[in-house]
């Protein structure tokens, strides 16, 4: 899909292109240089995402040789992560710890049961062990043997192995063996696929040091090659300017160095939708909110709270594989629009996690689906139109999707074809639900302070009742909620983290030891952000420390205000910060300072939303169609979404279409239409 262009405002010197590659779609928002916005919507090439980026440019009427940037937002390390479809990682450690990955925390795949497998990342046998030793300040106890590295690293090789992991006890105290053996290994290994497990973390915490590290070297070769193949087709068809690739953590980095540290990839997509919304806030005026991203797959939820998108850095993108880096806060569960409803062993209706995907995709596609989805359940209800799907390989008949929920789900639970529909969307409502919660009423945040930002192909199909089952007064749709994650690829900053580790008691440190810590993080991180060269107007520092009370265990980020600040000062924020967090002051119990993070930011040129939202002043209303909700059938007024001017009012029940979402307003809802074209309901 593709359309022409829908505004203009002020004029620019460049002609930049956002495209972000989804399970199903892959989408791209482009910004000529007078401003002029133009959009597309094309199915992915699950085989080779490179494929479907060049066909979005077709099909937003340009080409590659045309753009001045491209800034692409994948799911190239999070599918090789989740599909373990990964390369041969070779992993060299302390004596005596090779089986720390394996043995993790004491947790278990399942938290009820006794039953659950899991698989390491690294398989034993390519986990290797040397003689070297530091202790948790830094002092060498055991020399290393480097005779022994050099004979692993070969013996890793004659394995197979692709890339190689070098993971040393206590290395963020002093990192000066894992230095020394990566000189070893780098003079023998056949690539750059090398990963100092403290050179992408130089923190605390073995276990997670390490399969930070793992994942790194598990992803590197297959982002690389990717990575490489995309930019060899974008130059062949005469591109010749260097890529942007959007971060987990928000940001972007240039695609020449974004290899030497994959892991922070993984969440680059999530990310990109998360820093749109954002950006889409704080130019209506809104601060709090909760992001809904629902796609073809997953729907994934985060918070935006000051107009500051959450970051953590204690994310597990499955079980058994923490990746701590600082990376958007979103929490993903397999509710999409490809979800697949089926009927468990036990008799309980389930929807996902597995999905159809864009092949064959839902039935209302009729690319061969043959099992109900969350989508066939939104066409059988007449949330969707059937002469509007996208991606369709013949017309499929609503009879042909009924008959199917009669089969699968109705007949065996006793429903109706429509009452097994309106199960699935409620459950799915409820998986959705439940993520929502995880990042605000888990965090001490109440939902009733926050707006609902619905984005993603499927996410306002279900915004409204989402927002009535946890308890949230508004839903906030953007003019194209279907592109808003390659959007945030033309938003995103660059952006460098830096993170160590001190993790003593805040009145044994000296402040002049933490203002030196901070300014090595902010030099690093101005180095990094460096490479993108033009792209960056501006450099802001964020400082951050992880602390917590002797004897916790979990984490407390505190904004640091200063490059040089006291121990009083940072006490007193990290006190402030717990009450917050907890409601109880402990100021008999010593505070550690864990860790301190800086981020640099190097903030690009604005983009005005603006250009993006104007209607195109055709008819909006399009008649009425049947509508199935809270068990009953409704008429509901059909409206064409960009024919809707500023401060137009929408009651429900209502259907509101475009072209790259469905916007469904419940009976009882009221919507307007502000300023910058977004859809404020009232629920």
């Known amino acids: 899909m593709s359309a022409a262009p829908t505004s203009r405002c002020n004029r620019m010197a460049r002609r930049i292109a956002g495209i972000d590659v989804g399970g199903t779609f892959t989408d791209l928002v482009m910004q000529e240089a007078d401003g002029t916005i133009r959009i597309a919507k094309v199915p992915t090439t699950a085989a080779n995402q490179a494929g479907g980026v060049l066909v979005a440019i077709e099909a937003a009427g340009t080409t590659p040789a045309a753009l001045d940037l491209i800034v692409h937002g994948t799911t190239a390390t999070t599918n090789a992560v989740l599909e373990r479809k990964l390369a041969k990682v070779g992993l060299i450690t302390t004596a005596g710890f090779r089986d720390v990955l394996e043995l993790g925390r004491r947790t278990r795949p399942r938290a009820y049961g006794m039953t659950g497998s899991f698989e390491p990342l690294i398989p034993r046998e390519w986990r ?60 023998i290994w056949p690539n750059d696929y090398v990963t100092l497990g403290h050179s992408l973390l130089s923190e605390f915490r073995e276990y997670e040091r390490g399969t930070t590290a793992s994942v790194n070297a598990a992803v590197q070769p297959v982002l690389d090659r990717y990575i490489r193949h995309l930019q060899d087709r974008l130059a062949e068809a005469g591109h010749a300017r260097d890529l942007l690739v959007m971060n987990g953590n928000g940001g972007t980095v240039p695609a020449r160095a974004v290899a030497r540290e994959a892991a922070k990839t993984v969440m680059s997509g999530p990310a990109s939708g998360v820093m749109a919304a954002a950006a889409t806030l704080v130019q209506s005026g809104v601060r709090n909110a909760i992001t809904c991203d ?71 596609y009729g690319r061969g689906g043959v099992r109900p989805t969350v989508t066939d359940a939104n066409l059988l209800l007449g949330r969707l139109d059937p002469d509007g799907l996208l991606a369709t390989g013949r017309r499929v008949a609503v009879e042909e999707v009924r008959e199917a ?99 003593r008691g805040l009145d044994d440190i000296a402040e002049s030891e933490i203002a030196e810590v901070l300014a090595a993080q902010e030099s690093r991180g101005r180095s990094g952000v460096a490479a993108g060269g033009a792209e960056v107007e501006r450099i802001e520092v964020q400082r951050v420390a992880e602390m917590q009370f002797r ?111 469905t916007i469904i307003l419940e009976p009882g809802s009221e919507a307007v239409v502000d300023a910058l074209g977004n859809l404020r309901v009232r629920v």
């Open 128 to 187: 290797r062990e040397v003689a070297e030793r530091m202790d948790a300040r830094g002092h060498v106890l055991t020399p290393l043997d480097e005779a022994a590295v050099e004979r692993e690293v070969r013996a890793l090789l004659a394995e197979g192995c692709e890339a190689l992991v070098i993971h040393f006890l206590h290395a963020y105290a002093n990192p000066a063996h894992e230095r020394r053996a990566g000189e070893i290994a780098r003079a």
């Open 294 to 364: 629902m796609g073809g797959t997953s729907t994934d939820v985060a918070l935006i709270a000051g107009g500051v998108p959450e970051v953590s850095a204690e994310l597990s993108i499955a079980y058994g594989l923490p990746i701590h880096l600082p990376m958007v806060d979103v929490r993903t569960v397999g509710a999409g629009g490809g979800s697949i409803a089926w009927i468990d062993r036990g008799g309980m209706l389930r929807v996902g996690p597995e999905s159809a995907g864009s092949a064959p995709g839902p039935i209302c």
């Open 405 to 503: 929920f009669a089969r699968e789900i109705g007949d065996p639970l006793g429903m109706t074809p429509e009452q097994a529909a309106e199960a699935v969307i409620r459950l799915a409502n409820v998986l959705m639900a439940g993520a929502i919660r995880m990042v605000s009423l888990s965090r001490g945040h109440d939902p009733r302070d926050f707006a609902l930002f619905a984005f993603g192909g499927a996410g306002p199909l279900h915004a409204v009742a989402l927002a009535r089952e946890i308890g949230i007064p508004e839903v906030f749709v953007p003019f194209r909620p279907g592109l808003t994650n390659a959007l945030g690829c033309l938003v995103a900053d660059l952006r460098q983290d830096v993170v160590n580790t001190l993790n």
């Open 551 to 661: 004897g916790q265990t979990h984490l407390i980020r505190v904004p640091l205000d200063s490059a040089a600040p006291t121990r009083g000062q940072i006490q007193a924020a990290f006190e402030e910060a717990y009450h917050a967090r907890f409601q109880v002051r402990l100021p008999e119990i010593r505070a550690v300072l864990v860790n301190l993070t800086t981020s640099v930011v190097g903030r690009r040129r604005a983009f005005d939303l603006r250009a993006l939202a104007a209607g195109d002043g055709g008819e909006a209303r399009l008649g009425t169609r049947r509508l199935y909700a809270d068990g009953a059938w409704h008429e509901a007024t059909i409206w064409r979404r960009e024919a809707l001017r500023q401060d137009a009012r929408i009651p429900g029940p209502a259907v509101l279409q475009q072209a790259d979402a």
